[in-house]
């Protein structure tokens, strides 16, 4: 799937560089954290671990991600689902609704829910050829992406990537190719160094000429 510079754009325009460095930074916490939750206590097995680490991995995401959205001073919301499913955090950015999802490699897609499709609808806009025309600008919280992350082959407790994926609105695949975190703080570092530049420039002082200068031979007779 081809991937749509300009979505990466956005996301570096309204996600904060300080959640997303924030979050890459837990990551490998949580990662570590889960796995040793789930297998070192004595209290279970083997089999009861294989289902702790998925759970105890979800939690440590939920809470961390709700950290870091507060300080960098994004909107978090904790959403339950109308029939009663387990509730999830919700970061509300600008133009973008981010959840998370572990996935087992780069480029997976999330487990189908009834909530998740419903919310996959509102990506209308993206789904239209030409992104966004006058009649169909995206507008606060209107995009909907998940913000999936994922381990080592083979080794659960050593987190590998992360990346931010807009399912479609039958929420059976992605619109495009996932955007990874790293390259979202890069596009963040682009522009601010672009705005630097600019600022920099405007800045630099403009040469003044004086009016009373003679030019070679004026006056002479």
Request: proline share 6%; hydrophobic share 35%.
């Amino acid at each position: 799937m081809p991937r749509n510079e300009f979505l990466t754009d956005m996301l570096a325009a309204d996600l904060p560089s300080r959640f997303i460095a924030k979050l890459l930074s837990e990551l490998p916490i949580i990662y570590a954290e889960a796995f040793a939750r789930a297998y070192d206590d004595p209290s279970w097995g083997k089999r009861e671990g294989d289902y702790m680490l998925g759970h105890t991995r979800r939690s440590l995401y939920e809470q961390a991600s709700r950290a870091a959205a507060e300080a960098s001073g994004i909107r978090v919301q904790q959403h339950i689902p109308k029939r009663g499913n387990v509730s999830h955090v919700r970061v509300l950015a600008g133009r973008f609704v981010l959840v998370g999802s572990h996935v087992a490699t780069p480029g997976g897609f999330p487990v189908h829910s009834d909530c998740r499709k419903q919310f996959a609808e509102i990506n209308q806009h993206l789904e239209q050829g030409d992104l966004f025309t006058i009649e169909s600008k995206p507008g606060e919280h209107s995009l909907y992406a998940f913000i999936t992350h994922t381990s080592v082959p083979g080794a659960p407790n050593q987190f590998r990537s992360a990346q931010v994926g807009f399912p479609n609105t039958s929420f059976d695949g992605w619109l495009q190719d996932p955007i990874d975190l790293r390259d979202i703080l890069d596009a963040q570092t682009q522009l601010e160094n672009s705005i630097d530049q600019n600022t920099l420039q405007s800045t630099v002082p403009m040469p003044v000429w004086k009016s009373n200068i003679k030019r070679a031979g004026e006056g002479e007779k």
